[in-house]
């Protein structure tokens, strides 16, 4: 069982920057790979970015790729998105999910992913 516990969101003008964190409980964190995703009203929850369990492959959606890194610090069980350059379409909940995905494909799926945390609100404002 993983726990997972998002923190960072805000509101922040757009072009401005917000690093969210999602801290893991339990001792198998460096077993999973991580993703993040968000949600807007109306809308499905999309993929954003992800990670391997050992931190060696990453990938982005095309709407944040070259803005956003995600990384992750497996002695500290905590998983991170900076996000740079936001716009006003980056505003949603989001959330951050554990999962043992064999392709890199699979990262991008939110069906992969077994544990969810609560989600933080990101607001971009114009």
């Known amino acids: 069982q993983v726990q997972l516990v998002e923190s960072g969101g805000g509101l922040v003008q757009a072009g401005g920057s917000l690093r969210l964190s999602c801290a893991a409980s339990g001792r198998t964190f460096s077993s999973y790979a991580m993703g993040w995703f968000r949600q807007s009203p109306g809308k499905e929850r999309e993929f954003v970015a992800a990670i391997s369990s050992g931190g060696g492959n990453t990938v982005y959606a095309d709407s944040v790729k070259g803005r956003f890194t995600i990384s992750r610090d497996n002695a500290k069980n905590t998983v991170y998105l900076q996000m740079n350059s936001l716009k006003p379409e980056d505003t949603a909940v989001y959330y951050c999910?554990?999962?043992?995905?064999?392709?890199?494909?699979?990262?991008?799926?939110?069906?992969?992913?077994?544990?969810w945390g609560q989600g933080t609100q990101v607001t971009v404002s114009s």
């Open positions: 999910a554990a999962g043992t995905p064999f392709t890199i494909a699979q990262m991008t799926k939110r069906g992969t992913y077994d544990y």
